[in-house]
């Protein structure tokens, strides 16, 4: 675990998907990684986002919407379970 970097098949296996499934996210850029000749690196500072362990400000913006809209079309529902 002193490697800077992993290699897609490394990842694969601590993701338990396939080396595909991990190239198919690193095109869609979920998964950030590097171009290092003819490979795919994916440096360790950026594993904890690939593993879906941090939350990043585009998702954290995202689940802020959802809970403004989930409030105002329901805030009364919300308010009688409060009574509850």
Known sequence: MDKEFLSTAELAEMLGVSRVTVFKKIKSGEIKAQKSGRNFIILRKD?????GTVVSE???KGVH???KKAVKQYSETFRLLGRE
């Open 65 to 67: 919407q959802a809970v």
């Open 47 to 51: 594993l904890p986002a690939a593993l």
């Open 58 to 60: 585009e998702q954290k």
